[in-house]
C-alpha cells in the first residue's frame, strides 16, 4: 500500500523524539526494557555501522538517566507515553527517510480509518512542500466542517489547537486534525499573508475522492483528489456515464492527488491503457515485479491529464503510465517526484511502522524519484482576480483534447 507523505529530513522530530524519548523513558522505567528493546534492535544487525554494542548503548542510557535524575527540572511533568513513543519514532527518523514512519496508536487509528472511505475529521485534503514545512490546504469538500468553518483551497496551515506544525509530517499533523465526532480543532492559517483562525466541529466524511461532468463539446472532465479504496468504483463509475453520455475526449484532473493505494490507480489504468507493463517495482535485493493491464478497455479518444506539483505518488503512476504509452498529453506543471512505495507493518499492539519497500519506474523503466513528470503541455497556474473561478491550466487541457 502506497501511503503518501513528504519529501523532507525531519531533524527537528528526530532529535526530539529520539534523544528526549530515550532520556525519559530510561528515566521513568529504570533503563531496563528500553536497554531490551533497543539492544535487541542491535542483536538483529544491520542496524549500526559496528561501532556500537549494546554495552555501549546500555552505558550511555545509563549516563543520561543519572543526568535526569539529579538536574531535570521538570520531573513530574513528564508525559511518561509520548515520551516512549518517541524512543519509536525517533528510531524510525533517524533513517533519514521521509517516508518511513512509525505511527503510535491514534495515528494509526487514523490512518486505517481513511482507507474505509469516512472518517471523523474536517473535510480537507492538505499537502506538503517539497523543500520546506509548508503545509497547504489544497482541496475543500463541500458543506464540510472546514467549509463552514470558513478554510479554503490554498490556505497555509501553520498550527492545529496549540501545535505548530513545523518539525512535523504531515500525516502527524493529520491525526491532529482528525478526531472525535463533535469535538472541534482549531486550524491557523495564513491567507494572503495574513493570520485566520477557523474552529471546525469534527463530524463523519464520507470521502468522495472522483467529481466530474461534461464539458463543452461532449469534453468528459473527472476530477481524483485521492486514490483511496472507495475511488475505483467511483471513478469507473463516473467514467461510464460520461461514455453513455456521449463523451468524446476525456480530461482527467490530479491537480492536488498526493497519492494513495497502488492497487487503486493500476485498476484504474487498466481502464485505459493499452496491453503492457503499467508500473513496475524494485526491492532492495533487486526483486522485480511488474503490474500489468491485458489492453481489454485500452482509451483511443483524445485525453488529457492535468497534474501540478502537488500531483504525488500514485498519481506519478497515473501520469508516468498515461506518457509513456502516448495515450494522452500531461498538461500542468512538473509532479511531485516521489517515486517510491511503502508498506505499512503491523507491529501487532495497535501501532504501525510505514517502511519504505521498493522503488516504482514507469512503462519505459523511467524513475521519477526526486525528479516527478514533466508535462507535454506546461502551463503555470494563473489566479484571474476579475474571474476566481476561471482555471487557465483546465482551458489549456480541453482545448488540448479538442485539438
Known sequence: MDWETEKKIRTKRFWMGAFVGFAAAVFLLAGIWCVWQIGGLLRRGDYTSGSVSEADVEKKLDQINGLIENYYLYEDEIDTDALTEGIYSGYAAALGDPYTEYYDEEATQTLLETTRGEFSGIGATMSKSINGDEITIVNVYEDSPADRAGLEEGDILYQVDDKETAGYDLDTVVSWIKGERGTDVTLHVLRDGEEVEATATRDIIEIQTVEYEMKDGQIGYIAVSEFDDV?????????????????????????????????????????????????????????????????????????????????????????????????????????????????????????????????YYTPSGKSINGTGVKPDVEVEYEYNEENPKSDNQLEMALETVRQ
Open 231 to 359: 475511488t475505483y468504483e467511483q471513478f469507473e463509475a463516473a467514467f461510464n456515464d460520461l461514455e453513455t453520455q456521449g463523451m468524446q475526449g476525456l480530461v482527467i484532473d490530479l491537480r492536488g492527488n498526493p497519492g494513495g493505494n497502488l492497487s487503486t490507480v493500476t485498476d484504474m489504468l487498466r481502464l485505459l491503457l493499452p496491453k503492457g507493463t503499467i508500473v513496475s517495482t524494485k526491492d532492495k535485493y533487486g526483486n522485480t515485479e511488474e503490474i500489468t493491464c491485458d489492453g481489454t478497455h485500452e482509451f483511443t479518444k483524445p485525453l488529457a491529464v492535468l497534474a501540478n506539483e502537488y500531483s504525488a505518488s500514485a498519481s506519478e503512476i497515473f501520469c508516468g503510465a498515461v506518457q509513456d504509452y502516448g495515450i494522452g498529453k500531461i498538461v500542468g506543471t512538473t509532479t511531485y517526484g516521489k517515486g517510491v512505495v511503502q508498506q505499512l507493518m503491523d507491529l501487532g499492539d495497535g501501532t504501525y511502522l510505514k517502511v519504505t519497500i521498493a522503488e
